[in-house]
């Protein structure tokens, strides 16, 4: 069973930028879809973004053109770059599986806070 460790994450001032990192421990190229997920205090876990195994990308609306993901296979490891970050980012991010979901990691904690 493929295991995600995320990192990256921190407390950082609106309109500030973070990298997130997802390292699994299998092949994420065999997995196909990835997503970064998100969860804030109170609220369900929501998708904020995926890549396909050949680069494509989607992302919520909350997100769009503010944040990019994308993927190395080879280093199995998926990305979040996030800018002009705003309080409302504040949550524990994950990555996992879009397609078929596996077990979560620990995420990252994002906080948004001046």
């Known amino acids: 069973q493929v295991q995600f460790v995320e990192s990256g994450g921190g407390l950082v001032q609106p309109g500030g930028s973070l990298r997130l990192s997802c390292a699994a421990s299998?092949?994420?190229?065999?997995?196909?879809?990835m997503g970064w997920y998100r969860q804030a205090p109170g609220k369900q876990r929501e998708l904020v973004a995926r890549v396909s195994t050949g680069g494509s990308t989607y992302y919520g609306d909350s997100v769009k053109g503010r944040f990019t993901i994308s993927r190395d296979n080879a280093k199995n490891t998926v990305y979040l770059q996030m800018n002009s970050l705003k309080s409302e980012d504040t949550a524990v991010y994950y990555c996992?599986?879009?397609?078929?979901?596996?077990?979560w990691g620990q995420g990252t904690q994002v906080t948004v806070s001046s």
């Open positions: 996992n599986s879009y397609t078929r979901l596996r077990d």
């Open positions: 299998g092949s994420i190229f065999s997995i196909g879809y």
